[in-house]
């Protein structure tokens, strides 16, 4: 995992250096977000909106946006199914440590 994330912070950071016309493509993720600019008062926030990682769709919707090429696509859906699945076993295992979901 570790090296997974070492690269996809690569990755983030080659999407945010795109010019601003192809970043503010990434809107509307959830109405009102998407790509978030610096600003006056968060001069060092920066950000783009992905609503699911856990959906394949979404992550291939937000690739298109940003025309990530096709080994981003491939690193990005990666760190994101492994994201989700470390979730999924996160919420099984404290599911089974406070008894929900025993008979």
Do not use: W
Not at 16 to 23: C, G, N, Q, R, T
Request: net charge neutral; aromatic share 6%; proline share 5%.
């Amino acid at each position: 995992m570790a090296m997974q994330q070492c690269v996809m912070k690569k990755v983030v950071k080659d999407l945010l250096d795109l010019p601003m016309e192809i970043k503010k493509r990434n809107a509307d993720v959830i109405a009102g977000s998407g790509y978030v600019a610096p600003s006056n008062s968060n001069p060092l926030y920066e950000a783009l909106g992905l609503y699911d990682l856990g959906s394949p769709a979404a992550v291939r919707a937000f690739c298109s946006q940003l025309d990530a090429s096709p080994q981003q696509r491939e690193i990005i859906e990666t760190y994101a199914e492994a994201i989700h699945e470390l979730g999924i076993d996160l919420g099984r295992k404290l599911a089974k440590k406070y008894g929900v979901g025993e008979s």
